[in-house]
């Protein structure tokens, strides 16, 4: 089945949804691959007059009319391998369902700029959705994936472990800048359709 996350009608004021972005705080990661998530949740609440003007649960939120109903969009303050702390404390705080959650992410093993949508699934070697699903105990959840891509010289040896550490933390290439900023423009564009046609409609026009 599904989630629901686009379809559930709430009392005025409630919070209908839940957007996460997955990056990492402070200067030093602002513009770097694992970030994206960021990047994305950023455009997504400049395009709705969302600001993120409040901390809690370790995250930075904010909350505005999107698709219809109000939706809370959350950036994690705890590091991406941590994002389940936040994720879990919002969720119970404002009464979400894990089908009412959407988590945007970076993905090594998709070409950089390609975008995603999943409906529910594993963590894919994300630290940071491993850590969202294990404090849920839930995969299913809606999840859109941007692709970072792996480093070209990857290698399987004891080097390896480091080589993509280096990789998610660095800097995205000027060529590989303005794949991003077209990826990051269609996160957007696949939110407006998941929230308001559904996550089947939105998986075949954009998968």
Request: hydrophobic share 40%.
């Amino acid at each position: 089945m599904f989630p629901v996350f686009w379809r559930r009608h709430v009392s005025a004021g409630k919070v209908a949804g839940l957007i996460v972005g997955l990056g990492n705080p402070g200067s030093a990661y602002v513009d770097s691959r694992h970030n994206v998530g960021f990047r994305c949740l950023d455009h997504l609440a400049g395009l709705h007059s969302v600001r993120f003007d409040r901390e809690e649960c370790q995250a930075r939120t904010g909350s505005g009319n999107i698709a219809g109903s109000r939706r809370l969009l959350a950036k994690p303050e705890t590091f991406v391998n941590l994002s389940g702390r936040a994720v879990s404390c919002l969720m119970h705080k404002h009464h979400i369902s894990p089908g009412d959650l959407l988590v945007i992410c970076d993905d090594l093993d998709l070409p950089v700029g390609e975008v995603r949508l999943r409906s529910h699934g594993g963590s894919g070697g994300h630290k940071g959705m491993k850590s969202i699903i294990s404090a849920l105990g839930s995969e299913d959840f809606c999840r859109i994936r941007v692709g970072i891509g792996r480093p070209q010289r990857e290698r399987v040896s004891d080097a390896g472990e480091e080589i993509i550490v280096n990789h998610v933390l660095g800097d995205f290439t000027r060529h590989e800048e303005a794949a991003i900023r077209s990826a990051i423009a269609t996160v957007a564009d696949v939110v407006d359709c998941l929230l308001s046609q559904g996550v089947e409609a939105a998986m075949s026009r954009f998968n």
